[in-house]
Nanobody, 124 residues
Framework: QVQLVDSGGGLVQAGGSLRLSCAAS????????MGWFRQAPGKEREFVAA????????YYADSVKGRFTISRDNAKNTVYLQMNSLKPEDTAVYYCAAKRTITGVVYTTGYDYWGQGTQVTVSS
């Protein structure tokens, strides 16, 4: 069993930055690939970024490529999402999730555990 706690959201002006964190419980954090998803009001949850178990491989949605960076610290059981050059369309609730394999990381299905979400609001 893995519990995920998302944090770091807030209100920021367009062009600003935020860093989200996702802290995992348990001793098997390094056994999971990790992903970040987001869901805006009235929209489906969408893929943002993912990282392999070792951190050697990363994946990004086209909409955030070059602006967001996913990273992990397995010693701290934490995954991060550094978000720069934020835009109003990045406004959403952001969720981290854990998956046993790296295959299919862009899809919401197949993730074993989810965080509770953290709100990110970008004002214009």
């Amino acid at each position: 069993q893995v519990q995920l706690v998302d944090s770091g959201g807030g209100l920021v002006q367009a062009g600003g930055s935020l860093r989200l964190s996702c802290a995992a419980s348990g001793r098997t954090f390094s056994s999971y690939a990790m992903g970040w998803f987001r869901q805006a009001p009235g929209k489906e949850r969408e893929f943002v970024a993912a990282i392999s178990r070792s951190g050697a491989s990363t994946y990004y949605a086209d909409s955030v490529k070059g602006r967001f960076t996913i990273s992990r610290d397995n010693a701290k059981n934490t995954v991060y999402l550094q978000m720069n050059s934020l835009k109003p369309e990045d406004t959403a609730v952001y969720y981290c999730a854990a998956k046993r394999t790296i295959t299919g990381v862009v899809y919401t299905t197949g993730y074993d555990y989810w965080g509770q979400g953290t709100q990110v609001t970008v004002s214009s």
